[in-house]
């Protein structure tokens, strides 16, 4: 009886793990190294303004209707796993902040 209760336990997780999709930025999987996540993020008006020996990149573009710099961060095997969003806030009084988010 236990084996069939672990069974169908193990079943159902796998079905909701596979089930599940990637998290998605600008439409486009966050999967796969950073330099090519930043390629993608190329094509759709980015522009790669730094990058460093531990393939972090930094990109300039809109998002979300605001000038952003954008971050992707990799674990240590190279695949993206963090993506940032920076806004150079010029007015940064409360009602405005609060108005935009």
């Not at 300039?60 to 674990?75: L, Q, W």
Request: proline content about 1%.
């Amino acid at each position: 009886m236990k084996r069939i209760v672990f069974t169908v336990i193990a079943a159902l997780f796998s079905i909701v793990a596979s089930s599940q999709e990637h998290m998605k930025f600008k439409g486009f999987d966050i999967d796969g190294s950073t330099e090519e996540f930043a390629n993608k993020l190329t094509t759709v008006g980015f522009t790669i303004i730094n990058t460093n020996e531990k393939q972090i990149y930094g990109l300039k573009g809109e998002f979300a209707g605001y000038e952003a710099t954008v971050v992707a961060y990799p674990n240590s095997k190279g695949i993206t796993y963090g993506i940032a969003v920076l806004y150079d806030l010029k007015d940064t009084a409360w009602k405005v902040i609060k108005a935009r988010y």
